[in-house]
Every structure is written in structure tokens, then in C-alpha cells.
């Protein structure tokens, strides 16, 4: 059911850091965004891999993490993710995204979790170091960097309080809370 | 397996469109969307839902069909979608929806798939004028218009030729083929 890999595809942000997410594992996630949708077909998406310690350490010094965490700044050495995949959109191909990046990088987490990984789509990001970093050129847009890895949290998907704090929080036994609106808060009557 | 769902959830535009979809189907539709990522978990996407003849057609006129498809204006009536789910970036919330929409569009689609639906995310249409036709409030921005039903037509997946040229078109026999760009093309090295 599409609805347990829905529910299961959380935003993870802790992981073992040495379960390896290999290139073959990484092309093929990747390849269901190819054959998923892209507004008017244009297929502006580009994606950049990286999965061994050195360009992953590259990657992570330029990501934010969980910004509602205000003590925690981000995994630590052994919890990072394993593998990363930089979203981009070619600018000769089309200057308005749309949905495009949000098609892809769902398609490529629930690939992951069908596989047992998780990752996090981070859009939190120093775009401009991350730029320099690698040399991409201007004409590629870093859309979002999606983290891969194994999972070394739980995620407990809630439903938002009165208060509608849509905030997530750790608790002291490191379980992390998602508050989701309700369905009834989020339909508009025509 | 997910690659199976993605495979056969392409974008279709002729429908049976004396197909029922049910409200309880769309809330279940919607309710995956609800479980996706949300950047920041802001959420602050809203839906509107139709699966009434009378309301359906005041959606269906505000829409743009297959862009590269010139001889062709839309489904004829009898081949147009049963139901429709717009969704609504609301402002108040944030004005920076990022990828949400598409990821709750992806959630969507899939799902539709799985119970044997099918649609199309319609980015092009005249927001001005569906937004007075239903009188939507400005602080709802109209982010795209999903339609659903049951598909009535052969959507081919295929390889972009060597021009390049990723235009859907339809065949003779009225089955329409879309070509994607190769997994090594959209690839970057770091």
C-alpha cells in the first residue's frame, strides 16, 4: 500500500553513518524522478551524486539542520548521512521550476524507504558556498540537496494541538514529533 | 514495488467521464499529501475538491490543455475528468511553497494509480479566472489544478531521440508518447 511507504517516509536527519548507499542504489532512485512528471515535459532537472566520506563532508559543512531544534546543530560525526543528491535545475532548459523538484524528490524518498533508507530534503542551505565548493556553474540552480542514508531515528507523525503549533520537538528519549494538520483544517469549500 | 507505480503514473488528459471519484476517494488522496514533507513542516497547502458535473465544468474551462499538442483543445465532452483537486498555497502561512506542491502532488497521483485512477497536474490555466469563478480569497494563491479520473487513453514512456526534442505527441491511433531524456543527460558530475 502506498499509504504505509507514505507514512513511513519520513524526514530523517540522524543515521548510521557507515551503512553504505551505493551509486547503482543512488542512479536508480534517481531514475524514478526521470519518469516522473515535469511541467510541459521540459525535464529541466539535473542531479549531482555523493556518496564517499570526503564529498559528503563537502556537501554537509554548507546544510542547516532542523532549524525548530534551537540545541541541536546537526548530526554528529558517525550519525551523518551516507549519501547525498543535489537537485538542480538547468536554467537553459527552463527559469521556472514549478513543481518539478518537489515531483522528484518525493519519488526518490519513497524509493529510499521502499529500500529501507530515509533521507531529508533540505532546502536550508548555503547555496552560494555550496556553488563554490563544487564550481557548478550559474546556469545551474540548486534547487534542494536530498540526504541519504539508514535511518538511526524514529519520527512519530502527530497531529498538530489546539495550539496549531506546527513545530517539531525531540523529546528526551531523542524521538522525533512531526504535528501535522488535520485533514478537516486544510480542505477549502468551493 | 514503487518503480511499477511510477512507471504507470503517467499524465492523462482523456478520461471516462462517466466514472465516478468518489469525495471519500479524494479525501484519501488528500490525506497522503498531508503525510508528505512539508518544508520547515509548515504546511501550508490547502485543497479544493470537485467531482460534480456542474462544478467540474466551471473548473474545466479555465484550462489549458497539452501545450504541444496544436490540433488538439482538450478532452472532448464524454473524455473529461470526473474530479479535480486544486491545490492552494495559503499566504498566511508562507509565501515561499517551494517544492510542497510538488511532492503533494506526487503523493497524490500515485495513490491514484493504485486504485486504478490517473490524471494529469495542470500548472497551465487562467488563475485569474478560476479564482473568480469560485470566488478564492488573495490570500490563497492557486498553485496547481490536479485532474483525475479514469483514464481512457495509452500514455507510451520513451527515450528522447538523438535531436532531442522532449514534445509530447499522440500517434494515429490516438496513443500518446512522451520522451524522456536519458538517466546519463541529466546527470553531473561533481
Known amino acids: 500500500m502506498l499509504r504505509d511507504l507514505v507514512l513511513k517516509t519520513r524526514s530523517y536527519r540522524r543515521f548510521r553513518q557507515d551503512a553504505d548507499v551505493s551509486t547503482t542504489t543512488l542512479h536508480q532512485l534517481i531514475d524514478l524522478a526521470r519518469c516522473s512528471a515535469s511541467a510541459a515535459n521540459l525535464q529541466p532537472l539535473k542531479y549531482a551524486i555523493a556518496n564517499d566520506p570526503a564529498t559528503n563532508a563537502r556537501i554537509f559543512r554548507h546544510l542547516r539542520w532542523a532549524a525548530y531544534l534551537k540545541e541541536w546543530t546537526g548530526p554528529a560525526e558517525g ?55 563544487f564550481s557548478l556553474p550559474e546556469w545551474l540552480e540548486i534547487l534542494i540537496v536530498i540526504a541519504l542514508g539508514k535511518p538511526a531515528e524514529t519520527v512519530a507523525l ?10 517539531y520537538w525531540r523529546d528526551e528519549k531523542g524521538v522525533h514529533h512531526v504535528p501535522k494538520r488535520r485533514l478537516e483544517d486544510i480542505l477549502i469549500q468551493l
Open 158 to 167: 502527530e497531529t498538530v494541538g489546539p495550539g496549531g503549533d506546527i513545530r
Open 79 to 133: 550519525e551523518r548521512p551516507s549519501a547525498y543528491i543535489i537537485v538542480l535545475g538547468d536554467m537553459h532548459i527552463s527559469q521556472a521550476i514549478g513543481p518539478d523538484h518537489g515531483i522528484a524528490a518525493q519519488s526518490i524518498l519513497l524509493g529510499a524507504t521502499e529500500i529501507g533508507l530515509g533521507g531529508c530534503m533540505i532546502a536550508s542551505l548555503n547555496r552560494e558556498a555550496l556553488r563554490e565548493e
